[in-house]
């Protein structure tokens, strides 16, 4: 009805199919261009995280337990997962390291290391030292970091509140830490392909209802 509407007032409905399609097309022409660029020009990040829990309880002083390793007591005991994760685009090869080792410095003593993990598990992960005199656990940087591989490397500490430092030269690569805390990270594509998304969906709609309004 609304294309007969069009005829009678001597407009072109294919016209206006047109001018839907360019306003829609420039839009989805911008979005397809980002995807490009996203995906040739190389981003390289390394996001770290670390999870500290007390392996200590109230109810577990009361109760008269108590946690001990190699025989002796430990009077705060904490476990921490520091998790390495290659959100880039590229892979981190051995060369970024710049034959540096990552280095994590742990305020509290370190007591023990738990076999690192990978996901996927078929990678391989950074061989690790435990340096106790500097409270240090020593990443051995001889294989690559591959595109969105994740390494966890887990430690048992002894100490009031522990916080750790990470010590890293790598070439062309942005480090960032993410805060438990804080909102799930959102990868900036997602964020951009909303906007355009949002934008294209209000631009059809405005266009769809002043036609609508001039030719009903």
């Known amino acids: 009805m609304h ?17 839907t399609a360019a306003v829609l097309a420039i839009p989805t022409a911008l979005f397809v261009a980002w995807l ?21 309880t109230r109810e577990m002083d009361h109760g008269g337990v108590a946690v001990t390793h190699s ?16 959100v880039g685009n590229k892979d981190l090869d051995v060369a970024h390291f710049n ?27 950074f061989g690790a030292t435990e340096d106790h005199t500097r409270h240090k656990l020593i990443l051995n ?4 970091l591959h595109k969105k591989q994740a390494m966890t490397y887990r430690m048992i500490v002894n100490g009031t509140l522990p916080e750790i430092e990470l010590q890293a030269s790598v070439s062309n690569t942005r480090i ?8 799930e990270w959102v990868p900036p594509r997602v964020l951009v392909a909303s906007v355009l998304s949002s934008l294209c969906f209000t631009g059809a709609v405005v266009y769809a209802a002043s036609m609508w309004a001039r030719y009903r």
Do not use: F, M
């Open 99 to 125: 034959g540096l080792p990552v280095e994590l410095t742990c305020s509290a003593t370190i007591v023990a290391t738990l076999d690192p993990r990978s996901v996927p598990a078929q990678l391989r992960s």
């Open 71 to 86: 025989g002796a007591e430990l009077n705060e005991p904490h476990l921490i997962e520091v998790v390495l994760h290659n």
């Open 141 to 144: 940087t001889a294989s690559p």
């Open 3 to 19: 294309i007969l509407a069009a005829e009678e007032a001597g407009v072109d409905p294919w016209a206006i199919v047109a001018a």
């Open 36 to 56: 490009a660029y996203r995906a040739i020009w190389p981003r390289r990040i390394l996001r770290w995280s670390v999870k500290v829990t007390s392996l200590k």
């Open 176 to 183: 960032v830490r993410k805060d438990e805390s804080a909102a």
